[in-house]
């Protein structure tokens, strides 16, 4: 819920290749099948529409990974605004381009990756499972770590871990 930029660091930061590590597990919830969350959490310029809405599911984080993924892309956020709630309007209204001189370098398959991921209506965005299976991200994965992150993104969320908290550990790309 609360998926971020921010939040992704690397093991060593001197480096380069050292694995990539996904921290702040602060407001991470278990989600229940078919229930719905209704607090709203998570920093403006990542969180989903539904979030704003008070009625979401996991699929939240898919759409914050898009922002991710955008960001990472073109160095500038899909949603823009001078304010957080001038932002969060933005959000809301669901529209964001991919300015050609922000993203002439960047593939049609990354471009069609990102806009899954920001699919306003939930029951076309992406679940992690699908994600892991586009071409454009498959395409660069060694195909045992992809099978592990399917794995994770299988049953990441159905058991406690051995501490009987339901938060995952930090996990490592």
């Known amino acids: 819920?609360?998926?971020?930029?921010?939040?992704?660091?690397?093991?060593?930061?001197?480096?380069?290749?050292?694995?990539?590590?996904?921290?702040?597990?602060?407001?991470?919830?278990?989600?229940?099948?078919?229930?719905?969350?209704?607090?709203?959490?998570?920093?403006?310029?990542?969180?989903?529409?539904e979030v704003l809405k008070k009625s979401y599911t996991e699929s939240c984080d898919l759409w914050s990974l898009g922002v991710i993924v955008y960001m990472l892309l073109s160095g500038a956020p899909p949603f823009y605004g001078k304010t957080d709630e001038a932002i969060k309007a933005s959000i809301v209204n669901g529209e964001y381009t991919f300015p050609h001189e922000l993203f002439r370098d960047v593939s049609d398959e990354a471009m069609a990756f990102v806009s899954t991921l920001l699919s306003y209506n939930t029951e076309y965005r992406y679940t992690a499972e699908q994600a892991l299976t586009h071409p454009w991200l498959a395409a660069n994965l060694d195909p045992d770590q992809l099978q592990r992150a399917k794995d994770g993104a299988r049953g990441a969320h159905l058991d406690p871990n051995e501490n009987g908290d339901s938060r995952p550990e930090p996990m490592q790309l």
Do not use: Q
């Open 1 to 49: 819920r609360d998926l971020k930029l921010e939040n992704w660091v690397l093991e060593s930061g001197k480096d380069v290749w050292s694995p990539l590590k996904l921290i702040d597990f602060g407001l991470s919830t278990h989600f229940t099948p078919g229930h719905k969350l209704s607090r709203v959490v998570g920093s403006s310029y990542y969180v989903a529409p």
